[in-house]
């Protein structure tokens, strides 16, 4: 069955740097947009990033524009956020998720059209 793990959480220091890894089994991984959502305690779920199935079109939120990078490797059957410039705030659970045929277009930050999740993984940004 469809399967995605997240991995590459952990604590870092403000102005620091993380990569995270999405990785996806059990289904025909070129052919799904990849969205990475996070949800801090007491807040509700924020899409942070999205890239659609080739990755001819990404999407950011504006809260991470300019620091936060997703990518893909359809050979590796992997997504990836990397992360830098970390802020306090940034800290949260964060979750991949996966959409047969969709091009990250204006509705993809609620998470709605994404069917399947991963478990998350836990990036905390403290001193």
């Known amino acids: 069955q469809l399967q995605l793990v997240e991995s590459g959480g952990g604590l870092v220091q403000p102005g620091g740097s993380l990569r995270l890894s999405c990785a996806a089994s059990g289904f025909t991984f070129d052919e799904y947009a990849i969205g990475w959502f996070r949800q801090a305690p007491g807040k509700e779920r924020e899409g942070v990033s999205c890239?659609?199935?080739?990755?001819?079109?990404?999407n950011y939120a504006d809260s991470v524009k300019g620091r936060f990078t997703i990518s893909r490797d359809n050979a590796k059957n992997t997504a990836y956020l990397q992360m830098n410039s970390l802020k306090p705030e940034d800290t949260a659970v964060y979750y991949c998720a996966a959409v047969r045929y969709f091009a990250c277009v204006s509705s993809w930050p609620r998470g709605l059209v994404f069917g399947s999740w991963g478990q998350g993984t836990q990036v905390t940004v403290s001193s």
């Open positions: 890239i659609s199935s080739r990755a001819s079109s990404t």
